[in-house]
């Protein structure tokens, strides 16, 4: 039995799909919750069960705070992704 997308909620069938999280994902639903990059089974972050790139989203999200922490500590999200900016 196919069993259905965590994303869109669409059955997902043995040639289309993806495992990840212990999961069977659509290949273009499995991205990073944060900025919508399409991640690769196995390589990616997780929290609460949603996906997320390693750096920078997860270290910035929930990675420690802190001047120059882990690499990542001085990388900052401006605004939130998509967001439109006026001239």
């Known amino acids: 039995m196919a069993s259905k997308c965590p994303k ?6 043995f040639a289309e799909k993806v495992t990840s999280l212990g999961k069977d ?3 273009p639903c499995l991205r990073c919750e944060r900025c919508s990059k399409t991640l690769t089974a196995g390589s990616h972050a997780e929290h609460d069960g ?3 790139c390693h750096k920078p989203c ?4 929930f990675g420690p705070k802190g ?9 900052i ?10 001239p």
């Open 50 to 52: 949603q996906p997320y």
């Open 8 to 13: 869109c909620d669409k059955t997902v069938y």
């Open 67 to 75: 001047v120059n922490t882990g690499g990542v500590g001085s990388y």
């Open 77 to 86: 999200y401006e605004k939130e992704p998509g967001a439109v900016t006026e």
């Open 58 to 61: 997860y270290a910035v999200l």
């Open 25 to 27: 994902w659509h290949r």
